[in-house]
């Protein structure tokens, strides 16, 4: 995987991005990073896919995937499931996208929820995980989310709506299903069909033979889709150069919830069946399905019975004390579900068919069907799939859980500009059409304004017939004026749009022509009386890889006619003119002559000539003069301008200042959880420190210097205490967390008063020891010193004297202070502690340092006897060379200092 994926900088290694495969059910995560390719993330559970589901306690805690899951046993309605279902849905039944209030879902005490505050949480959630897979401090910036294709468009911009409300860069959506073709041409499983042996016959698709047809058919928790994606191979036929998905069909019918609703509903009759006649039922008349932590509990049974149940054919289903204490203990069959849902797996075939038959092939020109998401592991499901494609078995060549989500992340790769990835051309059918209105220009001549029609002019923009993204269209027509075009969302002809009516997305107003019209209107070199010419004006609209539609460029262009003569033989056809076109021209190249063109053909001519002359005599008789006319183009950009009109979206992703609100809301709900952790961190310190401390007092028996220093009364009163701050924890006011780190000093405060006592006694004696010795080594060290100030008549004599003083001042106060000490209890604070020990030293090294800064006069020139390896201290003595003396003096200085160091470091 590494292969495919480089960087093209080596210095952007913050540069990590992830993909999201954002289902019903569950979120799947992987990322792409330097030199490891693309990756699927784990969880902290070490699991591969999340439960997409939030929960919040009363206490404002958020809780994510399994433990979200968990609390809705409790707690049902203090938890969302099914996020992404909420996404782009209107409040109001009766609305419909984009104009509408979203839909939200209330938690009581916390707040109201919209499907991308939702979707925000739990991508934040994956985020976390990713980042913690990858480690060492990086950070994910970069998303790419799939999507079920039949999202409509302002679900997918919610999707990335989302993104920037949980702090990522939304590089793009993707369609599952795209996706997981994406992965299968990774995996290098779309190979060259075999050799036909007819093929001399169907030459003409000569092309055929290096394509790959592929159907992936999905069957996730809200829904069933199926896709027809063509493999182009490159000439070696060995690797995958593009993928282009042909069809995509869907049906919301069939999915694993609807699926666990059926086995739902059997255990909830199951147990209402068990409760029948019972006291219980008489004192709780209610039934199973009117009981919503029954109901949830349930749930959880039921979906893991039925993927047992793909893979065994009966499953024991026991749930404990599930309601007013009475177990449920019932049994399901993989053959009773069958026969329950059939009317609903009669709908798995739907969806393979419609995108067979959108793709214009036969279910016999698949060259494999590939099942991916949890529930087509359901063996009737793909018994019926494979019966309706007249198919011996289903070609299960890529992980039906990662498939997704890997094939997202190297689209994201692909967005993205800090990765490099394998060349693989990646193209999917948009969602839905796209049309403009051009306001028509009333003065202009020509095909637009000639008719008495002033209603604008209708062109199609992206068919969903015909266009792939990402695209390009240019779409040009004459205006003599500047203009309005808008922008429309159509309705699907297929009905399943679910925009109730034409959505305008953009109003916009192009202004500039008039400019061009001056400058180059003039035609000064056309034939007189010749027609004012129109400029031509081109619009090029943009579908990016996610489907998104952007106005690109305005640009007009006007002809200037120049007439040319010229000889031409009189046999010779007449040439076309080039004529401009009203039209919308569906190509994005416009076949119009440029002046480069231009160019060419005048030089062509010349040589023309300089050949005929010649033959001049000889075609004289045979040609004629014609006059011909040609068009230079002058290019102008013009302005593209939004006007807000009524109604008009323009974009369809939240407004700055919605998108501003909803990271509020999420960042305060994590300022909450961020709390909560420093919470749980300071309380579980404390609480590690009153175990320890108890622990050590209580087994103070074990601890010679602990028993020595402290009374029994001392050691209970502090147990006590402890006892007592343990039993404060878990009161309300031990709720803030200042609070416990207030509480921790003060534990510690009373602690370390027997605490330092046991240090006191231990650490003395080494530190009276060494202070000792030191006197005596400073003692030595001065002396080599004040013999040569006496030599050389220095004058020093008192300073030296007054040094000895200090150090026997020194001495007594130590052999004062520790008489007094030992006359002392040990279990009251120590009058002498090692830290007083240390300072009077140091007083004691400032006096020293003094007398070897006093100068010296300078040594009578003596030769040196013995070189400086030689140099010993007792040589340097009688030596008296100056040099040596200070080498000598200072070492002895760093012996004391290096004395008084760790009677520090001990403290
Ligand atoms: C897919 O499976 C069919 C059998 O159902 C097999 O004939 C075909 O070769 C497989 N296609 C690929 C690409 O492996
Ligand atoms: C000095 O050291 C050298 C070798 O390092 C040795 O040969 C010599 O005898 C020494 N001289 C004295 C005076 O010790």
Redesign the pocket.
Known sequence: MALILTFTLAAVASANLMAIDLGTAYIKTAVARSGKGLELVTNEQAKRKTPAVVGFTEDGERLFGDAAVAFAAKKPNRVIFHARNLIGRCASAEESPPHCKPATVTIDGIGEFTGVHVVAMLLTMARKHAEAFLGNGIIIKDVAITVPSHFHSVQRAAVCDAAVVAGLKCLGVVNANTAAAVKYALDG???APPVDPDAKKKKKKGKEANS?L?LFYDVGASGTSASVARFILDSSKKSVSKVEVLSHASDSSLGGLALDEILVAQLADAFDKQRQGTAELKEDPRSARDLPRVMSRLRKEAQRAREILSANTERMVSVGSLHQDMDLHTKVSRAELEKTAAPLLANAVRPVLSAIQKAGITAGDL???VPFGGTTRMPKIQSLVLDALK?????K?INSDEAAVMGAVFFGAAQSSTFRVRNLGIYDRFVRPISAEITRDPASGGLLSSGKNRSPQKVVIFDIKSALMPAKKTVSFSRNKDFEVKVFFDLDKSGSSPFSQRTLYAHLKVTGVAKVLDRFGKNPGSKKGAAKPTPRVALTFHLDASGNVRVGTAESSIDEVIITEREVPIKEKKEKKATPSAEAKESPAEAKESPAEEKDEKSDKTEEKTDDKKEEEKKKKKTRIEKREQSIVHRQTLTVKFLEAEGSIRSLSMSSADLDSAKKVLKELEAVDNERLVRAEVFNTLEGFILTERSKLSNSDEDAALLEVSTEEERNALVEQLNNAEDWMFTDEASKTEALREKHSELKKAVDVIGLRVLERTERPQAIKLMRENFGQALDSIAVIEKLHIERKSGNEKAFHDFRQTITAAEAWLDENVRSQDALSPTVDPILTVDMIAKKWDEVLVEMKKLQKLELPPAPSVEPKASAENATESEVESSGEEAKVEDAGGSKVDMGANVEAPAKEEL
């Open positions: 499983k779309a190979k790959h592929a060259h494999a069907v198919r011996p078995s289903m070609n060549s």
